[in-house]
């Protein structure tokens, strides 16, 4: 069992920035499983954004978000970042970070791979 605590999303205008940070606070070692984050928008599914493997040798990110954020991990925080740059109105959603234990060299964006969730953070994109 992995608990995940992500940080206060906020308010932003488009065309700003804002970073969104997660921390596994309990657990198996942060090091054994790679990391996602996900979005939901009201009457929408969930959608990949972006994941991380374990090492961080590997990432990957929808094509909705290249260019624009970056996911990044501290193994020694126990913590995952998203750096979401140039947002856009359409990026107003909840977002989560997600787990999965696994030490593949390959970084997953299926949301289904993973099994712990945190409780998700609101970002807002105003125009």
């Known amino acids: 069992q992995v608990q995940l605590v992500e940080s206060a999303g906020g308010l932003v205008q488009a065309g700003g920035s804002l970073r969104l940070s997660c921390t596994a606070v309990s657990g198996r070692a942060f090091t054994r499983h790679g990391m996602g984050w996900f979005r939901q928008a009201p009457g929408k599914e969930r959608e990949s954004v972006a994941a991380?493997?374990?090492?961080?040798?590997?990432?990957a990110y929808a094509d909705s978000v290249k260019g624009r954020f970056t996911i990044s991990r501290d193994n020694a925080k126990n913590t995952v970042n998203l750096q979401m740059n140039s947002l856009k109105p359409e990026d107003t959603a909840v977002y989560y970070c997600?787990?999965?234990?696994?030490?593949?060299?390959?970084?997953?964006?299926?949301?289904?791979?993973?099994?712990?969730w945190g409780q998700g953070t609101q970002v807002t994109v105003s125009a």
């Open positions: 997600a787990a999965r234990y696994s030490q593949d060299s390959i970084a997953l964006l299926r949301s289904t791979e993973y099994s712990y």
């Open positions: 991380i493997n374990w090492s961080a040798s590997s990432t």
